[in-house]
């Protein structure tokens, strides 16, 4: 696709989440928000599994740093939006950044079981750490953020504009990232990383910038998220979350940013809705994973992509 | 066309005449009832129980609340507290719910608290125990017609001192609120009663093997307490035997440790398990006989805690009704009403609300025996009415934290 036509799709895009409000009932509002948050997680994780070429198992921790950030803040010390959100943000980049010490040592097979330890140990904290998570129970009764505009964001509308503009933001950081020479870097060190490190780039300084980036917008989807919920507990922060938001990256597609904020779109919505139809609905959501794997291995983006170049997509093959 | 007007009022007339003036709510449609359980992953048993007792007293009643038709949506809330957040918006927001019920998990109920408090519906918590909810942060419009994860254990561990003579006893408990609390209950009367703790060991929720955590067991112990749920209800039991442990101390514990849900799946090796809880399917009561063979002919299995609390929510929500005419659209009647139902003849025996809003009711100490080739509960002793405060005094009470890992502390580790 050019970009030409990649900048119509996402316009329209766009204006259907910006039109469609009234149109949706308050449920279907709600799933719509959820799926907003989970696409800004989803598309921070892009950053590693697409561009770096890194998939992560541990990415639920910055959900789980942002959405801690506010439950803390906000039960105990009645702290404003921004100050949770920069709270939220720091915490995730720092965090991050000290993963990423430990995690960019590996690669491939190796790095998804570091990080995946790393995220339990987020998991564990969240656990344990009963004076300041409430463990098991959870932090519950969050207030929604008050931004002093003239709609209160406890409303279902106008919390979805806010997390809208959420999306818009981290969507324009990661545009910007991915296009800008660093962006293409990233692109280049998961093609090549020894041709990289001849052509004179600090390679691994490059993937620790990434990680970090990917980390604090994380965090960022966290922030939203724990506003609204009003709830964040350990499940938020469990293996199964981690692995939903790469099964997102895959549904979607890896390395086109709005792929994966399609596939948390999918997912959210099958999650949520089929389950009202059928109790069998793992069936289904397990279905559309095998057929995505299967028939269009470069997610559901990256196959219109295809299509729209009038290549064929590829029939699944074993790559070495 | 005249005449068949006057044949279409003569209609009318009789109608009316026959069936008398219609009640307001006649016009108003069925009573919804939404109702959230695990329908999936790790405890879909659990909520299939769940789901049973509900239908069951529904079917035996026609399908009727106060003399309205009831429509019941159930939603899976896959044991995971953001999707039961949504799962309530949808019941609440799209179906219009009259009364919520159900839940599993003590941090599911923590979570859906809030939310039901802001929604203004009234929801019944027939099984997420967690101690807080009617003790340190009571929601208005959440109605626990359940039980307190420490209820059955304040009377249990002094009995355990007082009739079995045990001092030192084990605990081992899954490490998550309602481990605690039912561990911290115990502890409290059974050492207020002479007793001692001289271990407390916390095994992950979810553990399969217990082998490292039964080698620590300390021989010179009396007794071990165990709490444990669902899938390592199933486990423990036989880890335990297989570990030698069995023959040399015996097995008490929390109730859902030997509940009705697992005992099909226990062998020998949970003979002579002693645990308390608001109810048995052995009680031999006519009421109880009649629930559990009835729930036999009907869904092949004994029934569990998790359906005979269900079942009663359903009765709970008639009497309610009944009280305010059926008229459950207005919700603050409604949930005035939840809070005053009594049951003298529930399955599991008399039930009624505290101040709190915890039921009052019998806490059975059972023991497992074999009969007839099929393990039973069969009830040691009865502890009638007993409040989640027990004998103490609420408001000290609730001056102590919560039970938790690390209270009451283990004075005689």
Redesign the interface.
């Known amino acids: 696709m050019p970009p030409r036509s990649q900048q119509i799709g996402l316009a329209t895009l766009l204006l259907l989440l910006v039109i469609s409000p009234p149109f949706l009932s308050s449920f279907l509002l709600t799933l719509l928000t959820q799926a907003l948050i989970y696409s800004i997680l989803a598309m921070s994780l892009d950053l590693l599994v697409g561009y770096l070429g890194l998939a992560s198992l541990g990415h639920a921790a910055y959900l789980g740093l942002g959405a801690y950030s506010v439950g803390v803040l906000t039960t105990r010390h009645g702290a404003n939006f921004w100050v949770t959100l920069a709270v939220g943000l720091l915490l995730a980049a720092v965090v991050a950044a000290v993963f990423g010490l430990v995690a960019l040592r590996a690669t491939g097979v190796y790095f998804l079981m570091i990080t995946l330890a790393l995220g339990m140990v987020i998991w564990g904290l969240a656990h344990r750490w009963v004076s300041m998570t409430q463990g098991d129970n959870g932090i519950s009764r969050i207030p929604r953020p008050d931004l002093g505009l003239p709609w209160s964001l406890a409303r279902g509308i106008p919390f979805y504009y806010f997390c809208l503009a959420g999306f818009v933001v981290a969507l324009w950081i990661l545009w910007v990232i991915v296009r800008s020479p660093f962006g293409q870097s990233l692109v280049g060190i998961r093609e090549s990383e020894s041709r990289m490190r001849t052509l004179g780039y600090h390679v691994w300084l490059h993937k620790y910038i990434g990680f970090i980036i990917a980390g604090t917008v994380g965090g960022f989807s966290g922030v939203l998220w724990g506003y609204y919920n009003g709830f964040v507990s350990p499940a938020d922060v469990e293996l199964a979350t981690s692995v939903e938001i790469l099964l997102m990256v895959a549904l979607g597609g890896r390395a086109t940013l709005l792929g994966p904020a399609v596939g948390a779109g999918v997912i959210v919505f099958l999650k949520n809705l089929v389950s009202v139809y059928t109790h069998r609905w793992l069936l289904i959501l397990g279905a559309v994973y095998i057929g995505t794997i299967v028939y269009a291995p470069e997610g559901i983006v990256g196959a219109v992509r295809q299509f729209a170049k009038g290549v064929k997509p590829e029939p699944l093959r074993s790559k070495t | 066309m005249g005449k068949k007007l006057w044949v279409w009022i003569a209609g009318a007339f009789v109608l009316v005449a026959g069936v008398g003036p219609a009640p307001a709510w006649a016009q108003k449609g069925p009573i919804k009832i939404g109702f959230l359980a695990p ?2 992953g790790g405890a879909a048993q659990v909520g299939k129980d769940m789901v049973n007792g509900l239908t069951m007293w529904l079917e035996e009643n026609g399908n009727q609340i106060a003399g309205r038709k009831v429509e019941v949506i159930v ?2 809330t ?1 044991g ?4 039961a ?3 309530l ?2 019941l609440v ?2 179906d219009k719910v009259h009364v919520l019920a159900g839940g599993l998990f ?2 599911v109920g ?2 859906l ?3 039901v408090d802001e929604y203004k519906v009234p929801m019944l918590y027939p099984v997420m125990a ?1 101690d ?1 909810l009617t003790q340190r942060q009571p929601a208005k419009w959440v109605v626990r017609n359940g039980w307190t994860s420490s209820q059955p254990s304040h009377p249990f561990g002094e009995w355990v001192v007082k009739t079995l003579g045990y001092k030192k006893v084990v605990t081992i408990g899954m490490d ?2 309602f481990g605690w609390e039912v561990v911290g209950g115990f502890q409290k009367s059974f050492e207020e009663a002479g007793g001692q703790i001289i271990q407390k060991l916390w095994p992950p ?1 979810g553990t399969t093997d217990f082998a490292p955590y039964l080698s620590q067991i300390r021989r010179d112990a009396d007794a071990v307490f165990a709490v444990m749920v669902a899938a390592s209800s199933i486990r423990f039991p036989k880890q335990y035997q297989d570990a030698g442990l069995k023959a040399r101390l015996p097995l008490l514990g929390g109730g859902t440790t030997f509940d009705e849900f697992v005992l099909p799946s226990l062998g020998d090796e949970a003979i002579g398990g002693i645990t308390p809880l608001i109810y048995s399917a052995a009680l031999d009561t006519p009421v109880n006989k009649r629930f559990v063979k009835d729930y036999r002919a009907k869904f092949g299995k004994v029934p569990s805690y998790y359906s005979e609390v269900c079942y009663t929510t359903g009765r709970w929500i008639n009497e309610a009704a009944k009280t305010i005419g059926g008229n459950v659209e207005d919700s603050e009647k409604f949930l005035a009403a939840l809070r005053k139902v009594e049951i003298s003849d529930a399955p599991r025996g008399p039930i009624k609300l505290d101040a709190y809003g915890n039921p009052i009711q019998n806490i059975y100490v059972r023991k497992v025996e074999k009969k007839e080739g099929e393990l039973w509960n069969t009830v040691v002793h009865t502890f009638p009415a007993v409040s989640q405060f027990w004998k103490y005094k609420p408001e000290e009470f609730l001056k102590q934290p919560v039970y ?2 690390d209270y009451p502390p283990c004075k005689f580790c």
Do not use: F, G, I, N
């Open positions: 329908m999936t939603e899976d896959q995971k507290p953001d999707v957040l949504t799962k918006r949808k927001e799209s003590a941090h923590y979570a608290a809030p939310k967690a807080d998550y609120s929720l938790s890992r």
